[in-house]
């Protein structure tokens, strides 16, 4: 049973385009995570919704815009896709904010 | 100053040696600490997480966490090949609602 999910693992698109990454858990955690890691592996938290609640919107550009439809799942949209947009995009839960976050394997965002 | 400062290596070790990873971080009200390992194109995995000063010890690995000194440490006894990744510390600060700031990460290469 794999504890965080995403989907797609890999996903290659052009600029402007509009995609969205899905990321599912089955740990009954209250608190998930978007958290992107570029191409130096620096890993910067994005977003984290609490009981489908935003607490952490970090300086990211509009055009990213995360949905929580229930505590199980947090999706990432992103608008007008640019160069730059290109990284590995993680997402994790924890049981509540001060614990360990567990990591889904990730979705390689390739935007030529 | 960086919020969390890691040795950005790569560290090389012999098999069977000691490899010791250290990590500083900035906001004295920190709370909850992690080390995190991440084989390359895979997911961090958590490998230990500390929260009082002191010792943890789980297996071959020791986490040491000095909060005056706002250290926080990793050491790997008899570190073997698959031990070779990047080791990543994760800090949560102060009243940050649970954002992990990560560390660049510290480049482990265990030699046979």
């Known amino acids: 049973d794999t504890a965080v999910s995403q989907t797609p693992k890999y996903l290659v698109t052009q600029m402007g385009n509009d995609k969205s990454i899905k990321c599912e858990q089955n740990l009954g955690h209250d608190t998930m995570y978007w958290y992107k890691q570029d191409s130096k592996k620096f890993l910067k938290i994005m977003f984290s919704y609490n009981n489908k609640e935003l607490i952490i919107n970090e300086t990211v550009p509009n055009r990213f815009s995360p949905k929580s439809p229930d505590k199980a799942h947090l999706n990432l949209h992103i608008n007008s896709l640019e160069l730059g947009d290109s990284a590995v995009y993680f997402c994790?839960?924890?049981?509540?904010?001060?614990?360990?976050?567990?990591f889904g394997p990730g979705t390689r965002l390739t935007v030529l | 100053q960086k919020e969390v400062e890691q040795n950005s290596g790569p560290l090389s070790v012999p098999e069977g040696a000691i490899a010791s990873l250290n990590c500083t971080y900035s906001d004295r009200g920190s709370q909850s600490f992690f080390w995190y390992r991440q084989y390359s194109g895979k997911s961090p995995e958590l490998i230990m997480s500390i929260y009082s000063n002191g010792d943890k010890e789980d297996g071959r690995f020791t986490a040491q966490l000095n909060k005056a000194s706002q250290y926080v440490s990793l050491l790997i006894r008899d570190s073997q090949p698959s031990d070779s990744a990047t080791y990543l510390c994760?800090?949560?600060?102060?009243?940050?609602?649970?954002?992990?700031?990560f560390g660049q990460g510290t480049e482990l290469s265990v030699k046979p």
């Open positions: 994790a839960s924890s049981q509540d904010r001060q614990n360990t976050q567990y």
């Open positions: 994760a800090v949560i600060g102060y009243n940050q609602g649970g954002k992990l700031i």
